[in-house]
């Protein structure tokens, strides 16, 4: 069981909005910054989003996420048929000290 | 551009030794921290330690009687011990540069494990 929440599935249209929920507690997303990472088939997992809403080099601004208290959330804007993948949120966790991860999200282009 | 590449065996008996190596490229392994975790077949993503170049270690709790981590900058790799293996720890495993805010900004292409006689 992860530690951080994510609904297992989420799906959309091309050029739809998605959004995918992160849900965590105090020791990790509350008191510390989210990521996220997108991991296509086969692949690693990579950076998609840094310290809350931070986009690293080479990832379109269609991409972006938020942090409230305890949740998170990533938004996918101008959905393609190429974000179909999974999506992992990440944070630190104080009481671990180390990072925690989600259990994942699998998104489907429809 | 920063590259980390895992090595190690893809088969390993049960109750043995699995033991990996990651070697960083682009960029000096001082400095910085570096990461594994593993994803078992199907699964999510679960963090196994960390090290800081200087030698500092830290553990995930639920493996840490298991697990050794390593770094040699001599030659800008870390490794990977894990001990008494049994089919649960059949995964791939990923080794990925930390960042001080707890983000894994590089990641390796991971290895398959599989823990079978």
């Known amino acids: 069981q992860s530690v951080l929440t994510q609904p297992p599935s989420a799906s959309g249209t091309p050029g739809q909005r998605v959004t995918i929920s992160c849900s965590g507690r105090?020791?990790?997303?509350?008191?510390?910054?989210v990521s996220w990472y997108q991991q296509l088939p086969g692949t690693a997992p990579k950076l998609l989003i840094y310290?809350?809403?931070q986009w690293p080099s080479g990832v379109p601004d269609r991409f972006s996420a938020s942090k409230s208290g305890t949740s998170a959330s990533l938004a996918i804007s101008g959905l393609q048929s190429e974000d179909e993948a999974d999506y992992y949120c990440?944070?630190?966790?104080?009481?671990?000290?180390?990072?925690?991860f989600g259990g994942g999200t699998k998104l489907t282009v429809l | 551009q920063v590259q980390l590449q895992e090595s190690g065996p893809g088969l390993v008996k049960p109750s043995e030794t699995l033991s990996l190596t990651c070697t960083v490229s682009g960029d000096s392994i001082s400095g910085y921290y570096w990461s594994w975790i593993r994803q078992p077949p199907g699964k999510g993503l679960e963090w196994i330690a960390y090290i800081y170049y200087s030698g500092t270690t830290y553990y995930n709790p639920s493996l840490q009687s298991r697990v050794t981590i390593s770094v040699d900058t001599s030659k800008n790799y870390f490794s990977l011990k894990l001990s008494s293996v049994t089919a649960a720890d059949t995964a791939i495993y990923y080794c990925?540069?930390?960042?001080?805010?707890?983000?894994?900004?590089?990641w390796g292409q991971g290895t398959l494990v599989t823990v079978s006689s």
């Open positions: 990925a540069r930390v960042r001080s805010t707890g983000y894994l900004d590089y």
């Open positions: 990440s944070s630190w966790d104080d009481s671990l000290n180390g990072p925690v």
């Open positions: 105090s020791s990790n997303i509350e008191h510390n910054p």
């Open positions: 310290d809350n809403n």
